[in-house]
């Protein structure tokens, strides 16, 4: 096993040893009172991490499974999707696939998209949620959401129809601040695997009182991903299924250390992470062809995807830190040729960046 410090995919990414060894321990019935107490224990935490005082739903799935019970609990018919990037389509195609009309308000991978146009498409009527993903892993773009939550409350009120705003924040909350109250966020979501650096296996959620009431009207929810269910069980801090026991065990062990170092500092951490990276990008990075994918203001404070434009290709420059130990991601789909991401998110500091930064300089030479 390596040290602490090699390992920055852009999810999962790197879990500490307490959190891996709180895994071990016997497993135990999920409904009686120990895992009610471990459960309810995590939930301020998980709710500090939402900035929301809504319930905060733990299920065992990856991060998609919430992205379709957002759908399936808060659409009832018609939903515009904001697409820059692989999970923003993805978000997009799962409407379509829960048998929803969607429309598409797409930008160019590397863009982010303007409120303005948000209001402008809403406001012809017909819509009764957005998709969005607060930051888009795939390119590092950080999309304006609390800009974009804004727009769709003036179009609310300009067209006197309800519209749920449905938030994937899979690579933000745990490394920025996601104010799911504040913001009027309807939906938020993530997964245990990327900023919130626990193993991948559990997924958080948690939605506004009109998203519950919506849900409670709309047939075809199915069972595993019924918010009413998780919503009835959670008031016992409980699960409407079998958890994934060991997994609540790590999350139980994460809430702590997040706890003690506090969100807002987590934040921060990840802000100067992210700072970092970029000043190296632009003052080092020009001699082999780096440039910041995501424009000025848009850019992601977890994951950084370099655009590669230079002597020694970008699966290339994967291949050659991995001969030496060391992980950061390719590039996505398309972009796999031309870019490289760092993911520089969960429990990574600026420290451990810098030495990425030096194995990165030194295999290029
Ligand atoms: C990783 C990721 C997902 C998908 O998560 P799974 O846990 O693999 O389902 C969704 N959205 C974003 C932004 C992601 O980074």
Redesign the pocket.
């Known amino acids: 096993m390596t040290d602490f410090g090699r390992f920055f995919l852009?999810?999962p990414t790197e879990v500490r040893r307490e959190v891996l060894e709180a895994m071990v321990r016997p497993v135990i019935g999920h409904r009686g009172s120990e895992m009610s107490r471990i459960l309810a224990e995590c939930d301020p935490v998980l709710r500090d991490l939402f900035r929301t005082s809504r319930p905060v739903y733990v299920a065992s799935s990856?991060?998609?499974?919430l992205?379709e019970a957002s759908v399936r609990n808060g659409i009832r018919s018609k939903a515009l999707s904001l697409v820059n990037g692989a999970?923003s389509k993805?978000f997009r195609d799962l409407v379509a696939d829960c048998g929803r009309e969607v429309e598409t308000y797409e930008v160019a991978m590397g863009q982010c998209h303007d409120p303005e146009q948000v209001f402008e498409r809403l406001r012809a009527g017909g819509f009764d949620a957005v998709t969005a993903?607060h930051?888009?892993?795939s390119t590092g773009v950080l999309d304006p959401l609390s800009g974009i939550a804004e727009a769709v409350r003036r179009a609310e009120r300009e067209t006197g129809e309800e519209i749920l705003v449905l938030a994937?924040g899979?690579?933000s909350v745990g490394g920025a601040i996601v104010e799911s109250e504040a913001w009027g966020l309807d939906f938020v979501l993530t997964?245990s695997?990327?900023a919130m650096a626990l193993p991948?296996g559990l997924?958080f959620g948690t939605a506004s009182a009109r998203m519950m009431a919506r849900a409670a009207t709309l047939t075809g929810r199915g069972q595993y991903f019924d918010l009413i269910e998780y919503d009835e069980f959670w008031k016992k801090h409980q699960t409407p299924t079998t958890p994934a026991v060991s997994l609540i065990y790590a999350l139980a062990e994460q809430c702590r250390h997040i706890a003690a170092e506090g969100v807002d500092a987590r934040a921060e951490r990840h802000r100067a992470m992210a700072r970092r990276c970029w000043d190296w990008v632009m003052e080092d990075g020009a001699r082999w062809g780096f440039s910041l994918f995501a424009p000025e203001g848009c850019r992601s404070p977890t994951v950084t995807c370099i655009g590669v434009d230079g002597p020694v290709a970008a699966p290339e420059i994967v291949a050659r830190l991995k001969a030496e130990g060391w992980v950061i991601g390719g590039g996505y789909g398309p972009l796999k040729e031309r870019t490289i991401r760092i993911g520089h998110m969960g429990d990574h500091t600026v420290d451990e960046l810098e030495a990425l930064l030096a194995a990165i300089e030194e295999v290029l030479g």
């Open positions: 852009p999810g990856s991060a998609t499974g992205m999970f993805r993903v930051s888009e892993t994937d899979v690579t997964g695997q990327k991948p997924a």
